[in-house]
């Protein structure tokens, strides 16, 4: 079957929409026809680096089920599905349900190919790397592996239930899951991106006292409060970590770091109270070397956390019947670009004009 796909070329600055060829679903596979899919920063960066090419990225897919492959019992053609991360399912982490941190998350997310060496699709015979975290998303059609996929309510827009699979969910879940932000504690959140306004949100939800917000955007900043932060700090021109220890006298219970450069690091342990959780979700760019002394003495520790130790099968509904009943409004953080508009898509989400693009395919 044919199928236009965004892919990804060495030497080009942004994925380019071409035909291909896609396989039939072989056992354990979904076809599905991508209604949407968000762009994470996960995409901006592997089509940034060079890798292995062509490759079709997305890993943001929301679409309906057309065909199943053999041994497919759980979804039937017809259902509505958000695609998430891909797992192994064997594997000690698997086996506990904490499917971020599969032994095969590597070659399972970022392979571009199935276990067994193969791709689902071409151009002209030549084969085209796929199977980015077990989907490959940019494309009217997407050959995934069934795990990936997450059944979900046929009556919220698809358009609109599609970002869930990777960078809303991996906020949220730091926030709920990762640390388990209770009521009355305090968390800074570092980045106010689709992940750490999620985190925002989050910590809203579960009755956080203090929710402090710091970035360099004023936008940002604005609707970080809208969304239930109580304090926000433009880092551009206050010390972050200074105020934050004002504020709060003894220093936050937890800190989500959602950026990558290693000043960002060093704020987000100096803010933390005795017995806090930095958490972080990506890591440093450049050199960066917490104070050990700081954290021994003061029982600190430091968290990487991957996905918001979610499992997606229970995650994802119950962000949506928080989203339904209006007090998950992520939809806040969408902005919709033609599947063809992809490039701008990617650069709005570089320079940060826009927090979720999400792309409409056209099906
Ligand atoms: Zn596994
Ligand atoms: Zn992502």
Request: one cysteine or more.
């Amino acid at each position: 079957m044919k199928i236009q796909a965004a892919v990804s070329r060495e030497g080009a600055r942004y994925p380019q929409i071409e035909t291909l060829d896609i396989e039939d679903p072989r056992p354990g596979e979904i076809l599905v026809r991508i209604v949407a899919s968000g762009i994470c920063h996960t995409d901006l960066g592997v089509n940034a680096r060079p890798g292995l090419r062509p490759f079709v990225f997305g890993h943001e897919g929301g679409g309906i089920v057309e065909r199943v492959g053999p041994g497919v019992s759980r979804l039937v053609p017809g259902d509505h599905v958000v695609l998430s991360v891909n797992f192994c399912g064997e594997c000690p982490s698997c086996k506990r349900n904490a499917h971020s941190y599969c032994y095969e998350v590597l070659p399972r997310n970022f392979g571009g190919l199935r276990p067994d060496g193969t791709s689902p699709l071409s151009k002209d015979g030549d084969r085209v790397y796929a199977r980015f975290f077990g989907q490959s998303s940019f494309a009217t059609f997407s050959l995934a592996d069934e795990r990936c996929a997450i059944k979900v309510p046929a009556d919220i827009p698809l358009e609109i239930l599609a970002p869930l699979g990777c960078g809303v969910q991996t906020g949220a879940g730091a926030v709920l899951n990762s640390l388990n932000v209770g009521a009355g504690q305090s968390i800074a959140i570092f980045g106010t991106g689709s992940v750490g306004l999620s985190a925002v949100m989050a910590a809203h939800l579960v009755g956080a006292q203090r929710i402090i917000a710091v970035d360099v955007v004023a936008s940002r900043l604005a609707l970080a409060k809208e969304l239930g932060a109580t304090d926000t700090i433009d880092a551009s021109t206050a010390d972050a970590a200074k105020l934050i220890r004002e504020m709060t006298v003894y220093g936050v219970d937890y800190t989500l770091n959602t950026a990558n450069a290693p000043a960002v690091y060093t704020q987000a342990l100096a803010c933390l109270a005795n017995l806090g959780v930095a958490g972080f979700v990506a890591p440093p760019q450049g050199a960066f070397a917490p104070d050990m002394f700081h954290l021994l003495s003061g029982g600190r520790a430091l968290r990487g956390i991957l996905g918001g130790d979610t499992t997606p099968s229970l995650f994802i509904p119950m962000l949506i019947d928080y989203y339904r009943q209006g007090r998950f409004p992520y939809d806040r953080l969408i902005k919709f670009y033609p599947f063809e508009k992809i490039a701008e898509a990617f650069e709005d989400s570089t320079t940060g004009k826009t927090i979720k693009p999400v792309l409409r395919m056209p099906n």
